[in-house]
């Protein structure tokens, strides 16, 4: 559950799951207006929050390095950055790939495709080993975060296709239309375009999601350990021998739960907004 | 009298292809134009080219007193003066009517909400669809689209309407409800250049009648010599094949 944390600080990882849940529980029952600002709050000033109460280091806690943390509670943390982050620079990316500003497309095109024709684990070798070794003396920039960097912006890279391939759905005529009724490019895009593109593509997005998380394993090859890594390490713990399997299927059960529920998430939403029609 | 739209030798190529070729076109304020053609003539590619959806090659075309050009800073600014009304509608699927008619005016105008809705129900009984305003387009028959897209332009309170095949798309019976909506429009005092080929239509209400062929605007006349004695060899053949 929580690796190798400190035990005695493990309060800490409780305390910032707990408001999440807190939060996201409440959320439910408030009304629309409160939703918004609970949102917001939710994206904008909770990671930091969160991060600095798990990670210390000032107000009196106590500084637990990154490479201590561990077990499910870094499978949700990453997934919830990389989904966080991911997502918002999916869509500009996909704007930019349609833009009719050159540079914009080109870079664009370029930073997706190179993101994409690359193996995952490449990609966290080079962050966790190689991306240091270009950084001048003296500057370091956490490992873990240098992971949730490298996995957001290659996640990213799928979602851009995902939402062109939204962007593509869309008849000319809804471009028209906006432009025809004085809206510039953001406004176009912000009132008309995307609610219209990423509804079509809930699904497909959601199925990026999904192999995100799934993905978070793979953070092993450079020595962060979630969940499957966790139990990769405990069963080499004589107190846990010969457990291995029970732990494995314990962690498939658990990411199956994860994804299960983002996928019927996603399938309500599909349906709440279809009725709009 | 002061023109509101002036087109001075205008020239448009899609690549190699002359669409629109030393068009040359002048519109008072309040004047009706109606254009008609055969189809690919360049009708449509005319008037998108006045609120610039499409962009011309050579020549000037000056709407209310501004170039539109590669430079024209304040395009968004155009276009909110100049309501158009597409063959397709072109309604926001995932807005309700309300919705769709109140948009441009808080996003672009500014206008508070409570106001915008205000002039949004208002366009939207002058179409006679006020009580459909929470349906979503979807949920509509095309020709209350059709009114709905018309009250969404004319929300923005434009100076000149442009209309393209606006009954073309519809059902007989739904023609009627549109044309009235229009011939009313007209009688308000609205500048409206319509591309159309209903020609009852264009007898009630246009001032000037446009002929187009192949990308060339081949006669312009008042619309009672349009009709009595057309010039051209090609509009009177035109004309004998649609009416
Ligand atoms: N985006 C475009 N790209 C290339 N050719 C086009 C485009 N739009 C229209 N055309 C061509 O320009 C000609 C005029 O089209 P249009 O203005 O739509 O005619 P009309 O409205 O009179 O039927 C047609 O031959 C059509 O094929
Ligand atoms: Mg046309």
Same mark, same amino acid.
């Given at each position: 559950?929580?690796?190798?944390?400190?035990?005695?600080?493990?309060?800490?990882?409780?305390?910032?799951?707990?408001?999440?849940?807190?939060?996201?529980?409440?959320?439910?029952?408030?009304?629309?207006?409160?939703?918004?600002?609970?949102?917001?709050?939710?994206?904008?000033?909770?990671?930091?929050?969160?991060?600095?109460?798990?990670?210390?280091?000032?107000?009196?806690?106590?500084?637990?390095?990154?490479?201590?943390?561990?077990?499910?509670?870094?499978?949700?943390?990453?997934?919830?950055?990389?989904?966080?982050?991911?997502?918002?620079?999916?869509?500009?990316?996909?704007?930019?790939?349609?833009?009719?500003?050159?540079?914009?497309?080109?870079?664009?095109?370029?930073?997706?495709?190179?993101?994409?024709?690359?193996?995952?684990?490449?990609?966290?070798?080079?962050?966790?080993?190689?991306?240091?070794?270009? %950084?001048?003396?003296?500057?370091?920039?956490? *490992? !873990?975060?240098?992971?949730? #960097? $490298?996995? =957001? /912006?290659?996640?990213?890279?799928?979602?851009?296709?995902?939402?062109?391939?939204?962007?593509?759905?869309?008849?000319?005529?809804?471009?028209?239309?906006?432009?025809?009724?004085?809206?510039?490019?953001?406004?176009?895009?912000? %009132?008309?375009?995307?609610?219209?593109?990423? *509804? !079509?593509?809930?699904?497909? #997005? $959601?199925? =990026? /999601?999904?192999?995100?998380?799934?993905?978070?394993?793979?953070?092993?090859?450079?020595?962060?350990?979630?969940?499957?890594?966790?139990?990769?390490?405990?069963?080499?713990?004589?107190?846990?021998?010969?457990?291995?399997?029970?732990?494995?299927?314990?962690?498939?059960?658990?990411?199956?739960?994860?994804?299960?529920?983002?996928?019927?998430?996603?399938?309500?939403?599909?349906?709440?907004?279809?009725?709009?029609? | 009298?002061?023109?509101?739209?002036?087109?001075?030798?205008?020239?448009?190529?899609?690549?190699?292809?002359?669409?629109?070729?030393?068009?040359?076109?002048?519109?008072?304020?309040?004047?009706?134009?109606?254009?008609?053609?055969?189809?690919?003539?360049?009708?449509?590619?005319?008037?998108?080219?006045?609120?610039?959806?499409?962009?011309?090659?050579?020549?000037?075309?000056?709407?209310?007193?501004?170039?539109?050009?590669?430079?024209?800073?304040?395009?968004?600014?155009?276009?909110?003066?100049?309501?158009?009304?597409?063959?397709?509608?072109?309604?926001?699927?995932?807005?309700?009517?309300?919705?769709?008619?109140?948009?441009?005016?808080?996003?672009?105008?500014?206008?508070?909400?409570?106001?915008?809705?205000?002039?949004?129900?208002?366009?939207?009984?002058?179409?006679?669809?006020?009580?459909?305003?929470?349906?979503?387009?979807?949920?509509?028959?095309?020709?209350?689209?059709?009114?709905?897209?018309?009250?969404?332009?004319?929300?923005?309170?434009?100076?000149?309407?442009?209309?393209?095949?606006?009954?073309?798309?519809?059902?007989?019976?739904?023609?009627?409800?549109?044309?009235?909506?229009?011939?009313?429009?007209?009688?308000?005092?609205?500048?409206?250049?319509?591309?159309?080929?209903?020609?009852?239509?264009?007898?009630?209400?246009?001032?000037?009648?446009?002929?187009?062929?192949?990308?060339?605007?081949?006669?312009?006349?008042?619309?009672?010599?349009?009709?009595?004695?057309?010039?051209?060899?090609?509009?009177?053949?035109?004309?004998?094949?649609?009416?």
């Amino acid at each position: 559950m929580y690796g190798l944390y400190p035990d005695a600080e493990q309060w800490r990882i409780n305390t910032a799951f707990l408001i999440l849940f807190a939060i996201v529980g409440v959320s439910f029952f408030v009304s629309e207006k409160l939703k918004k600002y609970f949102i917001l709050f939710l994206v904008f000033v909770f990671p930091f929050v969160g991060i600095k109460l798990i990670s210390g280091g000032s107000f009196g806690l106590e500084y637990v390095e990154s490479a201590a943390w561990g077990g499910l509670s870094l499978t949700f943390i990453i997934s919830a950055f990389a989904i966080l982050f991911c997502f918002p620079i999916g869509v500009i990316l996909a704007l930019g790939r349609r833009s009719s500003l050159p540079a914009i497309k080109y870079i664009s095109i370029g930073f997706i495709e190179l993101w994409r024709g690359v193996p995952l684990i490449t990609v966290l070798f080079m962050s966790a080993v190689m991306f240091p070794m270009f %950084l001048p003396d003296g500057t370091f920039i956490d *490992k !873990l975060i240098r992971v949730l #960097i $490298a996995i =957001t /912006l290659f996640e990213a890279a799928y979602m851009a296709e995902v939402v062109r391939g939204g962007l593509q759905a869309l008849p000319k005529g809804q471009y028209e239309a906006a432009k025809s009724l004085g809206m510039g490019y953001w406004r176009m895009n912000a %009132l008309i375009i995307l609610p219209q593109a990423l *509804k !079509l593509v809930i699904p497909g #997005i $959601a199925n =990026t /999601l999904l192999a995100l998380v799934k993905d978070t394993p793979l953070i092993f090859v450079v020595g962060l350990m979630e969940l499957a890594g966790m139990i990769g390490l405990a069963k080499t713990n004589p107190k846990w021998l010969g457990m291995a399997m029970e732990g494995y299927v314990f962690a498939g059960l658990v990411f199956w739960v994860i994804c299960y529920a983002m996928s019927r998430y996603s399938q309500n939403l599909e349906k709440k907004l279809s009725t709009e029609r | 009298m002061s023109k509101i739209i002036e087109l001075k030798k205008v020239n448009k190529w899609f690549d190699k292809f002359q669409v629109l070729k030393d068009i040359d076109l002048e519109v008072a304020p309040q004047e009706k134009i109606v254009i008609c053609g055969p189809s690919g003539s360049g009708k449509s590619t005319l008037i998108r080219c006045i609120n610039r959806l499409e962009e011309h090659q050579e020549g000037n075309i000056i709407v209310d007193g501004t170039e539109l050009s590669e430079s024209t800073k304040n395009i968004e600014k155009i276009r909110a003066e100049v309501g158009m009304v597409f063959q397709q509608f072109n309604l926001f699927p995932h807005l309700s009517i309300l919705d769709n008619c109140s948009l441009a005016p808080i996003w672009v105008k500014k206008l508070p909400k409570k106001e915008a809705e205000e002039i949004a129900m208002n366009n939207l009984k002058r179409v006679q669809i006020d009580d459909q305003a929470l349906k979503f387009p979807g949920q509509l028959s095309g020709g209350q689209q059709q009114r709905a897209a018309i009250a969404r332009a004319l929300c923005m309170e434009p100076k000149i309407m442009l209309f393209d095949e606006p009954t073309s798309a519809l059902d007989p019976e739904m023609i009627k409800e549109v044309l009235d909506v229009m011939v009313d429009l007209a009688k308000g005092g609205m500048t409206m250049i319509v591309v159309t080929h209903e020609m009852g239509f264009a007898k009630e209400v246009a001032d000037y009648m446009i002929f187009m062929d192949e990308g060339k605007i081949v006669e312009r006349a008042k619309t009672k010599e349009f009709f009595e004695k057309p010039k051209s060899e090609r509009t009177k053949l035109f004309l004998s094949q649609i009416l």
